[in-house]
Structures are given as structure tokens and as C-alpha cells.
């Protein structure tokens, strides 16, 4: 009788090794392809034929995307997050990231962005064929701005932000769903 138990012991044993070996294989394999899914691209400013945009490069220095940089009133700005190399990028650090989003969860681009300081005055004016993707940085001096975003004829969305020096604030604009 202590045989059989031993040898039952022993069956269950392999078999849960062996059960582990199969876990632990399916866990490293979806850790590599983890991996690779989440490559960083970093991306860089440059000026061709004096046009400046930023280039999305993998780490063969492949061009993975071009983005166009925008400047107004001295503030540079560009819109980004269409596709999963621009969503899994590292991007320049902006003072300003804007998060466009309609309803719970759908992003939204082509939107209208209106930036003033906190006296009132107007800094920016994003015009919506400026803003391509669901994320707009900006690269605002310190200070408190208010926030003014409309989307066609949903209603208008603001918010007031105050950034400093040295961290990257994000800001959902969030727009009802279906407008």
C-alpha cells in the first residue's frame, strides 16, 4: 500500500512538473513576444529641405514615421498616436500632452484647440488639419493656461492646466460619445 501511494506520488509530481514546463514555455514565449510588441521607437526632430519634423526610428535607425512639427507664436507643437509605432514611441519631452478622446474609450483627431494664458490672452490656435491623431504635445513655457477644444458640433470642452519646468502633464479632453 505505501508503494501504491509512493508511486501515485510520483505520477502527480511529473505530472505537475511537467504541467509547470508547459506554463513556464507559454509564459516565456508571450514574454518575448511582449517584448517585441512594445519595441520603443525613439523619435527625433529634424529639418529636411526646410521643412522640420520629427522621424519615428526603430533601433536599426529605420524610419518607422514622419510626423510634421508646427510652431506658432514660438510654441512648437505636433500631433501623434495613430498606429501602434506612434502609440509605443518615446517622444521629445513637451510640458503639454493633450489626450483627445469621445465617449469612454474612441480617440478623436481633426479637433480644434484653442490655448490661453491665464490672464486671457491668446497663445495657440490649433487648427483641426493640424491634429491628426488623438494626441497633441505642446511645448508651453511654466504657468496656468486654459484649454478650449471643439469638435464639430459637440459641445465645447476646456480645461485648466498649470505645467512646470520639468514633467510632462497629460490632459483628457473628452467629448460625449457620437458627437
Known amino acids: 500500500m ?19 514546463a508547459v506554463i513556464l514555455t507559454g509564459f516565456t514565449v508571450s514574454l518575448l513576444l511582449e ?19 520629427l522621424k519615428g526610428l526603430d533601433e536599426k535607425g529605420d524610419i518607422q514615421f514622419t510626423l510634421p512639427l508646427f510652431q506658432q507664436n514660438g510654441i512648437h507643437y505636433f500631433s501623434a498616436g495613430v498606429g501602434i509605432e506612434e502609440r509605443q514611441a518615446s517622444y521629445p519631452s513637451y510640458p503639454l500632452k493633450l489626450i483627445l478622446v469621445s465617449g469612454p474609450r474612441a480617440y478623436l483627431s481633426s479637433v480644434t484647440i484653442s490655448i490661453q494664458a491665464h490672464n486671457g490672452s491668446k497663445i495657440l490656435d490649433v487648427p483641426p488639419d493640424q491634429v491628426g491623431g488623438p494626441w497633441l504635445f505642446i511645448d508651453l513655457p511654466p504657468g496656468t493656461y486654459s484649454i478650449i477644444g471643439t469638435s464639430g458640433k459637440a459641445p465645447v470642452v476646456k480645461r485648466t492646466v498649470t505645467l512646470t519646468k520639468s514633467q510632462t502633464t497629460n490632459v483628457i479632453l473628452r467629448w460625449p460619445a457620437g458627437e
Open 2 to 20: 505505501e508503494e501504491n501511494l509512493l508511486k501515485n506520488l510520483d505520477r502527480a509530481y511529473r505530472f505537475l512538473c511537467g504541467m509547470l
Open 35 to 53: 517584448k517585441d510588441v512594445q519595441a520603443k521607437t525613439m523619435v527625433q526632430i529634424s529639418a529636411d529641405a526646410g521643412q522640420t519634423q
